[in-house]
T-cell receptor, first 112, second 110 residues
Framework: EAQVTQNPRYLITVTGKKLTVTCSQNMNHEYMSWYRQDPGLGLRQIYY???????DKGDVPEGYKVSRKEKRNFPLILESPSPNQTSLYFCASSLFPGAEAFFGQGTRLTVV | ELKVEQNPLFLSMQEGKNYTIYCNYS?????LYWYRQDPGKSLESLFV?????AVKQEGRLMASLDTKARLSTLHITAAVHDLSATYFCAVDFTGNQFYFGTGTSLTVIP
C-alpha cells in the first residue's frame, strides 16, 4: 500500500530535549516536505527536499533541521525544542513538486 | 508578500444546497491544490489545477482556476453530510514551495 508513515504519532517532551520525528514513504517520490499546522494559521511549510542530499528552507524553518540521506526518509529534527514548537506536524511526499501530494498521519507534539 | 486567503472560514449549509469556497492568492501562480481534512485526520488531495482555466470535478465537488484573477473556487453541489470537513487550498508560487490558506470548515446540516 502506498503510504507516508510518520513516527511517533504523539509526543510530549520538555524544553531543550532533542527529538526526531521520522517520515518514510514507499512510493519512490523525489519531493518531500514538512509542515506544521496551527489553529487559524493553516499549514506552513518548514523544510522541503527535492531529492537525496537536496534540502531547502520553507516558510518557517527556525528551530528545525532536516536531512535526506535516503530517498525514502526525511526526518525532522528539533535540537532544542521550545513551547512555541507545540503543534501538529505533517510530512508529505510527491513524485515531483507539482504533483499530487500524499500526507502522513501527523505527529502531535507538545513541548512543556 | 506571498499570501493565500480563503473565505469563508466557517460554512454551515443545509443538505441539498449549493455553495462556493473561494481561494485568493497574492501573486502569479498557475499551480493550485485543494485538500480535504477530516477532524483528527490527515490531509487528502482533492484536485491539482495546473493551468489557467483548469476545471476538475469529482462527485459533488468542482474546482476551477483563474490565474489572471488569482482566484480558485471550490463549488459544492447538493451538499451531503459526508462532505463535512475542512477544505484547504494551497499555492505553489516558486516551483517548489507551498503556501496554504487557513482552511474553510464546512458543516453540512441534515
Amino acid at each position: 500500500e502506498a503510504q507516508v508513515t510518520q513516527n511517533p504519532r504523539y509526543l510530549i517532551t520538555v524544553t531543550g530535549k532533542k527529538l526526531t520525528v521520522t517520515c518514510s514513504q514507499n512510493m519512490n517520490h523525489e519531493y518531500m516536505s514538512w509542515y506544521r499546522q496551527d489553529p487559524g494559521l493553516g499549514l506552513r511549510q518548514i523544510y522541503y527536499s527535492m531529492n537525496v542530499e537536496v534540502t531547502d528552507k520553507g516558510d518557517v524553518p527556525e528551530g528545525y533541521k532536516v536531512s535526506r540521506k535516503e530517498k525514502r526518509n526525511f526526518p525532522l529534527i528539533l535540537e532544542s525544542p521550545s513551547p512555541n514548537q507545540t503543534s501538529l506536524y505533517f510530512c508529505a511526499s510527491s513524485l515531483f513538486p507539482g504533483a499530487e501530494a500524499f500526507f502522513g498521519q501527523g505527529t502531535r507534539l507538545t513541548v512543556v | 508578500e506571498l499570501k493565500v486567503e480563503q473565505n469563508p472560514l466557517f460554512l454551515s449549509m443545509q443538505e441539498g444546497k449549493n455553495y462556493t469556497i473561494y481561494c485568493n492568492y497574492s501573486t502569479t501562480s498557475d499551480r493550485l491544490y485543494w485538500y480535504r481534512q477530516d477532524p483528527g485526520k490527515s490531509l487528502e488531495s482533492l484536485f491539482v489545477l495546473l493551468s489557467n482555466g483548469a476545471v476538475k470535478q469529482e462527485g459533488r465537488l468542482m474546482a476551477s482556476l483563474d490565474t489572471k484573477a488569482r482566484l480558485s473556487t471550490l463549488h459544492i453541489t447538493a451538499a451531503v453530510h459526508d462532505l463535512s470537513a475542512t477544505y484547504f487550498c494551497a499555492v505553489d508560487f516558486t516551483g517548489n514551495q507551498f503556501y496554504f490558506g487557513t482552511g474553510t470548515s464546512l458543516t453540512v446540516i441534515p
